[in-house]
């Protein structure tokens, strides 16, 4: 008897594209969440080099799985989840969690600054690069209060150490995909209304100029909300993965 060919899975994995300033243990209780649903996840370790680099090496990532993906994007993941997806023919959702959801030409910085309201600027320490460039990481004496206020203090320290510095290139720059691919794919947004990092009324007026299926908007809540708020979180990425299953 020939035994039977493989089988690609049908039902979408999950892939956390996480931003600066994080790792990808910043996903780990909404990966918890996620799994005990029998949905199968991949943490993407975010190189945070450039939108165009570290989009490439989440292409790689994902056409490894060889099965659907539902890209989920935190803060600068969401520049990379979206240009990663113009070139992806598997993606059937998004989802962008406290992230940046940018049109062709728009960068982080762009839409960081686009209304007031943001003080991680003041916040960042500098260090330069060999290659000329500049990375830029929180000042742990005030990761807490920036990026992670509604998180215990223990473990917002421990995330300030663990913390991976994006350089200054990539928040400056601007999505090179011809289209942006919420436009067209099934897509939520879930970010907090005490975001110091990226104003809330930044993420309202992108979520509203995208038309989201889902939006959550958590009173109160911060710029790390995959730790602060996973279940939230969660169930915006289980319904993008049930949608039109």
């Not at 994006?166 to 691919?181: Q, R």
């Not at 990092?197 to 299926?213: C, D, L, T």
Request: no cysteine.
């Amino acid at each position: 008897m020939t035994p039977a060919a493989p089988t690609t899975p049908t039902t979408p994995a999950v892939v956390l594209v996480h931003g600066a300033f994080a790792d990808s243990s910043s996903w780990n209780a909404v990966a918890a969440q996620l799994a005990a649903a029998d949905v199968d996840v991949v943490a993407f370790a975010n190189p945070l080099r450039s939108v165009r680099a570290d989009a490439g090496a989440l292409v790689d990532l994902v056409r490894s799985l060889d099965r659907p993906v539902v890209l989920v994007g935190h803060s600068y993941g969401g520049m990379v989840a979206t240009q990663a997806a113009a070139d992806l023919d598997g993606v059937t959702a998004l989802v962008f969690v406290g992230a940046f959801v940018p049109a062709p030409g728009e960068s982080a910085g762009d839409l960081a600054g686009r209304f007031p309201g943001s003080t991680l600027g003041d916040t960042l320490v500098p260090t330069p690069l060999t290659d000329g460039g500049t990375e830029f990481r929180i000042d742990p004496a005030r990761f807490h209060q920036q990026f992670a206020h509604d998180v215990e203090p223990a473990q917002a320290a421990a995330m300030a150490v663990a913390q991976r510095p994006v350089t200054e290139g990539a928040l400056g720059e601007p999505l090179g995909a011809a289209s942006a691919a919420w436009s067209t794919l099934p897509s939520w947004s879930v970010f907090g209304d005490d975001d110091r990092n990226i104003p809330v009324a930044s993420h309202r007026w992108m979520a509203e100029r995208a038309g989201f299926v889902g939006v959550t908007e958590l009173a109160g809540a911060s710029h790390a909300i995959a730790v602060s708020q996973p279940d939230a979180v969660a169930a915006a990425v289980l319904a993008a993965v049930r949608h039109g299953a």
